[in-house]
């Protein structure tokens, strides 16, 4: 079983930071990318950062400047650093392993964790 666990989201004021991780537990052989997408109320749900297993890395035009996505290999811990967070920035975070493969022989898939809120008063 694989598991995806996402901290680090609370309450914040527009202005402030907070710092995002998504730890990864189980049975993994290889991710091709980890990716974190948010999901504002009433809104779909959106990409906001991924980084490759070959360390490339993407950014929403609307947090480039403000996010970054980051990770710990030794800890299977992805991070995102948030700064000048804005309202519009409030959503539910979710992380996502993208095109993991639990054994070498194993079928690609995608994961999520269960998302982490993430508010910001004006």
């Known amino acids: 079983q694989v598991q995806l666990v996402e901290s680090g989201g609370g309450l914040v004021q527009a202005g402030g930071s907070l710092r995002l991780s998504c730890a990864a537990s189980g049975s993994i052989f290889s991710i091709n990318a980890v990716g974190w997408y948010r999901q504002a109320p009433g809104k779909q749900r959106e990409l906001v950062a991924t980084?490759?297993?070959?360390?490339?890395?993407n950014y929403a035009d609307s947090v480039k400047g403000r996010f970054t996505i980051s990770r710990d290999n030794a800890k299977n811990t992805v991070y995102l650093q948030m700064n000048s967070l804005q309202p519009e920035d409030t959503a539910v975070y979710y992380c996502?392993?993208?095109?993991?493969?639990?054994?070498?022989?194993?079928?690609?898939?995608?994961?999520w964790g269960q998302g982490t809120q993430v508010t910001v008063s004006s």
């Open positions: 996502a392993a993208i095109g993991l493969r639990r054994t070498v022989l194993a079928a690609l898939r995608n994961y």
């Open positions: 980084i490759t297993s070959g360390g490339s890395i």
